[in-house]
């Protein structure tokens, strides 16, 4: 206790947090673990030679029955299904997407594969920040926690143009906000609403894709993402940096004045 005069100040000291060691420690990066787990098991077992749409055209008739079937079990399955597929980050996805447009549609199709992508993305999220994103942030550069600030100061424009336009692979995007401070709700939103256009491109081509198998035609993942279509998606993702835009301008006359 410390007195000025006849002011009387307390000063209390705040305790460090208390080091992760043993049981907290193992708590923390279970989930971790049991992601590379899956990883390793997925590419052990040759699961990734399955995932193709031609894997969908050999079964497409018993897919198909089952979901006609047992529809909310089907839709329950797929939301999960594909949640999981995420957040394990194993390649396929786009191919997962088709399929769901393929067995529901195009609306429902692409809304259950945006719900199950941003829970599967928020999952892995979590799991970097709690496991390694403390590390990374403790050890990171100059440059990294330059760009840490920016992303606290305009992570959901930052994550929505990185989201409409995939030029970094889906789960290098997952996991860099983990240790850059952006929000959980940020991260939410922005994922949410940038995978949404191209997610119903894609399921709008699962929809048709019935009559190609009908034909005995062949489709290519790549050639989805036509000139137009990837057109339209920068011009979206330069809409969301507009406010970025305004908002250094404002900082820099300020600045100025």
Do not use: C
Not at 191 to 213: E, N, Q
Request: without cysteine; proline residues 4%.
């Amino acid at each position: 206790m410390i007195e000025h005069g006849t002011e009387k100040t307390t000063q209390i000291d705040t305790p460090a947090p208390p080091a992760l060691t043993g049981k907290r420690l193992a708590w923390r990066i279970a989930p971790f673990v049991v992601l590379a787990g899956l990883v390793a098991a997925f590419f052990a077992f040759g699961l990734d030679e399955y995932v193709n749409l031609q894997t969908v055209a050999d079964h497409q008739g018993a897919l198909k029955s089952f979901v006609e079937e047992n529809f909310v079990t089907s839709v329950i399955a797929y939301l999960l299904f594909y949640a999981v597929f995420v957040a394990v980050s194993v390649p396929g996805a786009a191919v997962l997407t088709v399929t769901g447009g393929f067995l529901f549609g195009t609306l429902l199709g692409g809304t259950l594969t945006v719900v199950g992508a941003t829970v599967g993305a928020t999952a892995i999220f979590l799991i970097a920040r709690t496991t390694i994103g403390d590390f990374l942030r403790k050890h990171a550069g100059g440059a990294v926690n330059r760009m840490a600030e920016g992303f606290r100061k305009d992570g959901f424009n930052y994550l929505l143009v990185l989201r409409l336009v995939p030029v970094f692979p889906f789960f290098v995007v997952n996991l860099a906000p983990a240790f850059l401070g952006v929000k959980l709700t940020s991260f939410v939103a922005a994922t949410f609403i940038g995978i949404a256009p191209a997610t119903y491109v894609f399921s709008s081509v699962g929809a048709g894709l019935g009559s190609v198998f009908a034909r005995g035609e062949e489709i290519s993942l790549g050639s989805v993402m036509t000139p137009q279509i990837i057109t339209a998606l920068v011009g979206l993702a330069l809409l969301a940096l507009i406010p970025v835009g305004v908002r250094r301008w404002r900082d820099w006359r300020d600045l100025r004045t």
